[in-house]
């Protein structure tokens, strides 16, 4: 019983008559993947050698057979004049190519036309981003079959540009996290960040109709009163306004507390608080003006932290001397903190080397400092405040410390 594929109907009811080239050429790839022989079209005919094996004989029946199928469809679904142009052909894919250079201009007119419509295509507002990705993969696969090549990276680069400003924050995840999708994947992903958009927006929308749009005042509320609808003495509305009435502090008339000339006295010679003159060049230049400043106490207990902290995190090996090694000699850094008020609010004692004493070139090949990018904290506050989280800011105590170093630098013992 001959085999029947209910799918080369498809392609014997849309013969090719010149302008449906692309519609066409569709159907036909559909009909030879399912049954097996579309592979005549992208590999050449195995050549057989003179003493051929069983493996060599199998694989070159199996391409003839193929591309005999493949002609046979390609033929029974052309117009009368096609056929008669090309049936006299060998294989396969000498047909495609004849036809791709007979219909080239319009597969080219096409191909502009396909690629025009994926990069003006933009979805609109309220309409539903199933429909419209579905649209531009039709363009993409369009483009495909015209013979453009669109990495799938690209393909999903040029469908999130087209996506309105509420995928704003799925486009920042897509590049910040450097994802891989298909675009199966993506359509899945944009609806289920779809949902989570309209989730959102209904509960603010509720949020703003029970809360501010409520006329009636509470106990904590005052009632708004019309400045154009004054009260008169005679009790009739009008445009004069009330009388003061008596201060309440003077008990008398058309005065109020601010106005009397001792209490503006008193709050023009009041201060928020009184602040201590900064005095110049107050802080230690070495460990000998420490020892003798009038904050030496706090000043050495600082210098205690400073020596536990590098103890703690193992800063250095004790060590012989080595001859053929230079030290590099370190020095302490002394700061007083002060607040708003003048007054010393924290004492910072750092020992460091003396770096100033090694040359470019032949004690070090380049420098190096850990900054934070402006770029990257504006992404952290625009994701916290998208989604509402609280942001916590903490301060690591000597973060150099926590570096390692690859190279070795000797310093002298400090006493």
């Not at 070495?286 to 050495?300: F, P, Q, S, T, V």
């Not at 020596?307 to 001859?323: A, F, G, H, K, T």
């Not at 924290?346 to 460091?352: A, I, S, Y």
């Not at 080397?353 to 952290?380: D, H, W």
Request: with cysteine; net charge positive.
């Amino acid at each position: 019983m001959p085999h029947f594929n209910p799918l080369s109907s498809i392609v014997n009811q849309n013969k090719l008559d010149g302008p449906n080239y692309v519609d066409w050429k569709q159907n036909l790839d559909i009909v030879l993947t399912f049954e097996g022989y579309k592979f005549v079209l992208v590999e050449e005919c195995p050549i057989k050698s003179a003493d051929p094996t069983d493996d060599e004989f199998q694989a070159y029946d199996k391409w003839v057979k193929a591309d005999n199928m493949g002609r046979c469809n390609i033929l029974a679904s052309m117009a009368n004049v096609l056929q008669h142009q090309h049936q006299s052909m060998t294989s396969a894919y000498d047909m495609l190519v004849s036809l791709k250079e007979m219909l080239g201009e319009q597969n080219r007119v096409a191909k502009q036309t396909a690629m025009k419509s994926l990069l003006t295509t933009k979805m609109v507002e309220g309409s539903f981003v199933r429909e419209h990705v579905l649209k531009l993969m039709s363009y993409l696969n369009e483009l495909e079959i015209l013979g453009a090549e669109i990495d799938k990276e690209s393909q999903v680069e040029m469908i999130l540009q087209t996506l309105p400003d509420r995928f704003q924050q799925f486009r920042l995840n897509y590049y910040m996290n450097k994802m891989d999708m298909s675009l199966a994947k993506l359509l899945n992903e944009l609806q289920a960040t779809e949902t989570i958009i309209k989730q959102q927006a209904h509960a603010t929308f509720l949020v703003d109709k029970v809360g501010p749009s409520s006329s009636k005042p509470t106990k904590f509320q005052k009632k708004k009163k019309n400045p154009r609808q004054a009260v008169t003495p005679g009790g009739a509305k009008g445009g004069v306004s009330n009388p003061k009435g008596k201060c309440f502090h003077r008990k008398q008339p058309g005065h109020y507390k601010k106005q009397y000339p001792d209490f503006q006295a008193k709050m023009k010679n009041k201060e928020s608080y009184d602040r201590i003159p900064e005095e110049p060049n107050t802080e230690p230049l070495n460990y000998a003006e420490a020892l003798h400043d009038k904050d030496a106490d706090m000043l050495i207990i600082a210098m205690k932290s400073e020596m536990e902290s590098m103890y703690s995190n193992q800063v250095w090996d004790l060590v012989e001397p080595l001859v053929v090694v230079k030290p590099i000699g370190c020095k302490w850094i002394f700061k007083k903190n002060r607040g708003v008020d003048g007054r010393v609010k924290t004492f910072k004692d750092r020992l460091v080397a003396k770096g100033f004493t090694q040359k470019e070139g032949i004690n070090y090949q380049e420098k190096f400092s850990s900054v934070a990018m402006l770029k990257s904290v504006r992404i952290l506050l625009s994701i916290a405040a998208h989604y509402n989280y609280e942001i916590w800011q903490m301060d690591v105590k000597t973060t150099f410390l926590n570096g390692s170093l690859d190279e070795c630098i000797y310093n002298p013992k400090v006493s």
